[in-house]
């Protein structure tokens, strides 16, 4: 299975490119048609008086017909590609998983503290090690 990769970041909801210990992990979500009207790909809203893209807006909009879908709601049916390196087994591999993040403990090690974060998580396809992409903490 050949994942297709993105010509821009134009056509992409989420992009990253993450460099671990001893392996790597590059992930993108395509945007999806309108639901209603199949027409355009869905987006962020953008704003009217500069033109640019509302990037911490709650919602999703068609630019067609002005369909607009809730995020969480939207980004539940969309679909992750990965490409990685597993930091364990050095095992290259390309995978296809559905786009929802979990809460899930991290151990601080500075502090020796857990906290919570969002993350997608996918097993490696030769040793079935959890791997996780971990949304950037503020």
């Not at 056509?11 to 993450?18: A, D, K, P, Q, S």
């Not at 590609?81 to 979990?102: A, L, M, W």
């Amino acid at each position: 299975m050949a994942l297709v990769e993105p010509k821009s970041m134009d056509e992409c909801v989420y992009f990253t490119n993450r460099v671990l210990d001893k392996g790597k992990i590059r992930c993108w979500v395509f945007k999806e048609k309108c639901p209603k009207c199949g027409k355009s790909l869905m987006g962020k809203p953008r704003d009217p008086k500069t033109g640019k893209i509302q990037i911490r807006a709650k919602e999703y909009k068609c630019p067609e017909c002005n369909y607009t879908l809730p995020e969480q709601e939207y980004e539940d049916t969309l679909t992750a590609n990965i490409q990685y390196t597993c930091p364990y087994c050095s095992h290259d591999g390309e995978i296809q998983v559905p786009f929802k993040r979990k809460k899930i403990q991290i151990l601080n090690e500075e502090t020796g503290t857990k906290k919570a974060a969002e993350s997608l998580r996918f097993q490696c396809q030769k040793c079935n090690k959890n791997l996780d992409i971990t949304k950037k903490m503020k």
